[in-house]
């Protein structure tokens, strides 16, 4: 809100004004591949319990005309965001399964998409996209999918992105690869951008110069305590090989400078071309998490079916487990996943899911298996999902390991799972083989199953509100004015259309009241007011007026309305009355006052969206009347609570049915103690 906004003007616009900010309820939700900044991908609570998971069918199934999905789903305020191979992002209702927008983005997604719903620009969405040459980090608005920015993460020839981004104190970040057969001379890398702007904040080879591969296939892991950034690294392609292949690093997240590394495997060079060594990449994404005695440990399993636990602070081993042999194929390539007490993983080749103790010791190892399994595993409220390449999702306990239930979904699978509320969200798709196979892309789904109920996840309040009001004295029991502003805008976007006010119920704080008696009453009727305007009353009944501005969303010069708007007292109630400045038309509405209370059902405006909703409404407002005898129109309370603060109430109901309560607190004086102590003589 502009200076000029701010200025004090004369009105009872709290009739009509919108409340304070309200901090949104918490919802369900799994916004980033590892569902958090660890990478636990444990949703606690949220999911299905084990005595639901009987019971658990599929809810919905949404399937892509075009390409298969193999990222994890991810799922913020009730939107569920996929890319597939082809390019396009499906933005899905993650109650309904029903398009909510799509975006073309002409390359393959390998990766999964992130959602801030609390990006400072309004709720993003980053996509990561595979252009071969020239991978990129695309941001999207996540109410519609329009584009915010587009940015190369690198320019080195058969470079690509299969990793997934993360976010964190306003930047995003993501690593960079070679292709998915390993024949490259490109150098991996990870990458900050602004989230705001997409702008590069820096940029960190992994690798030196005259060096290749160390590919971060992998999504950073990020400890907020110390600000270290955690990524695993492939093997180099070709000779030299450096010390940051087949490695844990440990980067600063705010500078980009790599602080310390763990190397597990020495020489490691594979490539089509150099087919000898053991291909030992770190492919699943690191796990943040505590010892048995409360040591901070970062853990990650590499394609060697070892998983490492170092120390968080030096990177020295710590434990290592195996799960099984060696090979190009993998070990270790679909995250683990930590629940607090043990960590799940699956060994690629055979297909078998084991469970390991934060101590490193074996907890059990599934008896099935015998296919396949790229996919990431995902875990909450104690039970264990896996899905296998035959396309079958597993479903156990997670302390035991005993299979609860499996269900087919179809086709087969690489693709990652994500629990929300009381629903699991599945992809499903393989993607193209390596070139030079025929490149076939599928037609993938994404299938819901549970409670999909809980995952709407929307704030308890529909609207992002800034309000500040007060009154002009904190004596008690005195005549008032009132000073008030506020801007209503959409929770997910500040510069979009909130969903339209229909009724507004306004309370002052206890003891204070409105007094229509105060001052004369307009008896002009609504037709007098719309020819002449407030010059139809009483020069004295004018109680108030203030600055209204409406982004109406429509283009060009037309996009903001002025209205000034003159607020008139009338017998148990208050006119206001608004003019538009630009045309001269006026519109004519009643609130119903009654003590301290005032009640106001709001018309549809001419001139705005269909829906009579705004895209952004701004008031800066005073008001301030009295009538003979220093009688106030508005009077304060008569005492100053214990708290200190006297309190304006207000709730809105939306057009769509909800409501929405929010308070604004304003400091008032208490009375003072009598005094103590003995009479006079």
Request: a positive charge; aromatic letters at 8%; hydrophobic letters at 35%.
């Amino acid at each position: 809100m502009g200076n000029a906004r701010r200025r004090k003007l004369i009105g009872v616009a709290a009739l009509i004004g919108l409340a304070s900010w309200s901090p949104p309820a918490a919802w369900a939700d799994w916004p980033i591949y590892g569902r958090d900044l660890a990478n636990s991908r444990n949703a606690g609570a949220d999911g299905p319990s084990l005595a639901q998971v009987p019971t658990l069918e599929v809810a919905w199934s949404f399937r892509s005309p075009d390409a298969d999905f193999t990222g994890t789903p991810v799922v913020a305020r009730g939107v569920l965001v996929a890319g597939d191979y082809s390019g396009t992002v499906y933005a899905l209702d993650a109650v309904t399964g029903k398009v909510r927008w799509t975006k073309e983005l002409g390359q393959p997604i390998d990766g999964s998409a992130a959602i801030d719903p609390n990006a400072s620009q309004g709720g993003s969405v980053y996509v990561p996209v595979a252009r071969v040459g020239a991978p990129r980090l695309v941001a999207l608005r996540l109410r519609d999918g329009k584009a915010r920015w587009s940015r190369v993460l690198t320019s080195q020839p058969a470079s690509s992105v299969y990793g997934s981004p993360t976010y964190w104190r306003g930047k995003v970040y993501i690593g960079t690869s070679g292709p998915n057969a390993d024949g490259s001379t490109a150098r991996g890398t990870v990458v900050a951008l602004d989230a705001r702007t997409g702008a590069v904040r820096w940029r960190t080879f992994v690798v030196p110069p005259g060096h290749d591969g160390g590919a971060v296939w992998s999504t950073p892991a990020i400890d907020t305590a110390t600000g270290r950034l955690y990524v695993g690294t492939g093997n180099a392609y070709h000779e030299p090989v450096a010390n940051t292949t087949d490695a844990v690093l440990a980067l600063n997240a705010s500078t980009g400078a790599i602080v310390d590394r763990f190397q597990a495997v020495t020489g490691d060079k594979f490539g089509p071309d150099n087919p000898a060594g053991p291909d030992a990449d770190f492919g699943a994404s690191p796990n943040l998490f505590r010892g048995p005695h409360g040591r901070k440990l970062v853990g990650e399993g590499a394609k060697n079916s070892v998983y490492y636990a170092l120390d968080r602070a030096t990177l020295k081993p710590v434990w290592k487990t195996s799960i099984g042999p060696s090979s190009t194929i993998g070990g270790f390539v679909g995250s683990t996943v930590y629940d607090g007490a043990r960590i799940y993983g699956s060994n690629a080749l055979t297909g078998q899911v084991v469970a390991l103790g934060r101590d490193g010791s074996s907890q059990w190892t599934s008896a099935d298996g015998g296919s396949l399994d790229f996919s990431p595993l995902a875990a909450a409220n104690g039970v264990l999902y896996s899905v296998n390449s035959a396309g079958v999702l597993a479903i156990r306990h997670a302390k035991t390991g005993t299979v609860l239930k499996r269900i087919p979904l179809g086709a087969p699978t690489f693709g990652g799972i994500s629990t929300a509320g009381g629903a699991v969200y599945v992809a499903v798709g393989v993607g193209p083989p390596p070139p030079p196979a025929p490149q076939t892309y599928g037609s993938g789904s994404i299938v819901a199953l549970g409670d999909t109920s809980r995952s709407g996840g929307r704030p308890a309040g529909p609207a992002r509100i800034v309000y500040h009001d007060s009154f002009t004295t904190t004596r008690r029991g005195r005549s008032t004015g009132r000073v008030y502003s506020v801007v209503l805008s959409d929770p997910d976007d500040p510069n979009g259309k909130p969903p339209a006010v229909s009724h507004i119920h306004t309370e002052l704080p206890p003891g204070a009241r409105y007094d229509t008696g105060a001052v004369p009453a307009c008896t002009a009727s609504d037709a007098e007011l719309m020819l002449v305007g407030a010059s139809a009353c009483p020069a004295r009944s004018r109680v108030g007026k203030n600055d209204y501005v409406v982004d109406t969303g429509a283009p060009g010069s037309n996009r903001y309305s002025h209205a000034d708007m003159t607020y008139l007292n009338e017998h148990g109630g208050i006119i206001i009355l608004a003019r538009e400045r630009a045309t001269g038309a006026r519109l004519v509405v009643h609130a119903k006052v009654h003590g301290r209370n005032a009640d106001i059902d709001v018309p549809m405006l001419p001139g705005t969206p269909p829906d009579g909703g705004v895209a952004k409404s701004e008031h800066a407002a005073v008001f301030e009347s009295t009538g003979p005898g220093g009688r106030g129109f508005v009077t304060t309370p008569s005492s100053c609570p214990a708290s200190g603060v006297w309190r304006f109430r207000f709730v809105y109901t939306f057009r769509d049915g909800r409501k929405q309560a929010v308070t604004s607190d304003q400091k008032c004086t208490r009375a003072p103690k009598p005094p103590t102590g003995g009479d006079d003589d």
